[in-house]
């Protein structure tokens, strides 16, 4: 199992990062990709030190759409510079959020499209997130030729209908615990739609954990929840679901996501 996205570096976990990797170790996840967006450099730097650290994690790295209001030509050159290390498998997160609205429309467009251009610069794949905001992200990714480098469209709770637009952009979908909460939206019949070749999961620690763990803090080792319903909804056992994920992740973002996780408490 690969968990391709979780922010790992963030403070908070029990026993800090190298507990959170035991722990997902012994649930049996061989990759985490930390991600590290926040409206400074600290946030990508903390996630590139993870994947320097830990061998079984990559990072990802950008700019938040919460932050994108902090968004200046010093800092994304900086940005742009951490994001050429091998370590750095995507570009990202990036994107719209509608919902809640931490920076103006006009500056989460103008800061997505500076990532993708950044992601075609470099040749990596984009980390995409949006949240009520579905034909501007098209839109953007659409302007952009975003579909030069593909990418994920991660942490997936949209609509049917946007699924079918982002695969056809070539973008893979990244399944989330929501998947496994009582009311999934339409995450099953995006399910349902999506070719086994195109999907991805994650936690998206340390938030929305997935069933039975509901409430709690969100950690790399629940990814197991979220593909056993994933592959129940997809009709295929565990261990075919957890094959195909896996390898749809290592084609995606590199052979990087080979390297396997080690305990790095023993
Ligand atoms: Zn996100
Ligand atoms: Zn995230």
Same mark, same amino acid.
């Given at each position: 199992?690969?968990?391709?996205?979780?922010?790992?570096?963030?403070?908070?976990?029990?026993?800090?990062?190298?507990?959170?990797?035991?722990?997902?170790?012994?649930?049996?996840?061989?990759?985490?990709?930390?991600?590290?967006? *926040?409206? @400074?450099?600290?946030?990508?730097?903390?996630? $590139?030190? +993870?994947?320097?650290?830990?061998?079984?994690?990559?990072? #990802?790295?950008? #700019?938040?759409?919460? @932050? +994108?209001?902090?968004?200046?030509?010093? $800092?994304?050159?900086?940005?742009?510079?951490?994001?050429?290390?091998? =370590?750095?498998?995507?570009?990202?997160?990036? *994107? !719209?959020?509608?919902?809640?609205?931490?920076?103006?429309?006009?500056?989460? &467009?103008?800061?997505?499209? =500076?990532?993708? %251009?950044?992601?075609?610069?470099?040749?990596?794949? $984009?980390?995409?997130? /949006?949240?009520?905001? &579905?034909?501007?992200?098209?839109?953007?990714?659409?302007?952009?030729? +975003?579909? &030069?480098?593909?990418?994920?469209?991660?942490?997936?709770?949209?609509?049917? %209908? !946007?699924?079918? =637009?982002?695969?056809?952009?070539? !973008?893979?979908?990244? #399944?989330?615990?929501?998947?496994?909460?009582?009311?999934?939206? =339409?995450?099953? &019949?995006?399910?349902?739609?999506?070719?086994?070749?195109?999907?991805?999961?994650?936690? @998206?620690?340390?938030?929305?954990?997935?069933?039975?763990?509901?409430?709690?803090?969100?950690?790399? %080792?629940?990814?197991?929840? /979220?593909? /056993?319903?994933?592959?129940?909804?997809?009709?295929?056992?565990?261990?075919?679901?957890?094959?195909?994920?896996?390898?749809?992740?290592?084609?995606?973002? *590199?052979?990087?996501?080979?390297?396997?996780?080690?305990?790095? $408490?023993?």
């Amino acid at each position: 199992m690969i968990d391709t996205h979780a922010h790992i570096a963030m403070e908070g976990y029990e026993g800090g990062t190298p507990a959170v990797l035991a722990r997902a170790v012994a649930a049996g996840v061989r990759h985490v990709i930390c991600v590290g967006a *926040g409206g @400074d450099l600290a946030e990508a730097e903390s996630a $590139l030190a +993870a994947a320097r650290q830990h061998p079984g994690v990559s990072a #990802i790295c950008g #700019i938040h759409p919460h @932050d +994108a209001e902090d968004w200046d030509e010093t $800092l994304w050159l900086q940005i742009s510079q951490l994001c050429q290390a091998p =370590e750095v498998v995507a570009i990202g997160e990036t *994107g !719209f959020d509608f919902h809640y609205h931490h920076s103006t429309p006009v500056e989460q &467009e103008a800061v997505f499209r =500076e990532h993708v %251009r950044l992601a075609r610069a470099l040749h990596k794949p $984009l980390c995409i997130h /949006t949240r009520n905001a &579905e034909p501007e992200t098209l839109r953007v990714l659409r302007e952009e030729n +975003a579909a &030069e480098v593909g990418g994920v469209i991660h942490c997936f709770s949209g609509t049917r %209908r !946007f699924a079918l =637009e982002a695969l056809d952009l070539g !973008f893979h979908l990244s #399944i989330p615990g929501i998947v496994t909460f009582r009311k999934p939206g =339409e995450l099953v &019949e995006v399910l349902a739609a999506t070719p086994l070749d195109r999907l991805l999961v994650e936690t @998206d620690s340390p938030f929305l954990a997935p069933m039975p763990h509901r409430g709690e803090r969100n950690e790399p %080792r629940f990814v197991r929840e /979220t593909l /056993t319903k994933v592959a129940e909804l997809k009709g295929l056992s565990f261990e075919l679901a957890q094959a195909a994920t896996t390898a749809n992740a290592i084609r995606l973002f *590199g052979e990087r996501l080979r390297v396997e996780l080690v305990d790095p $408490l023993t």
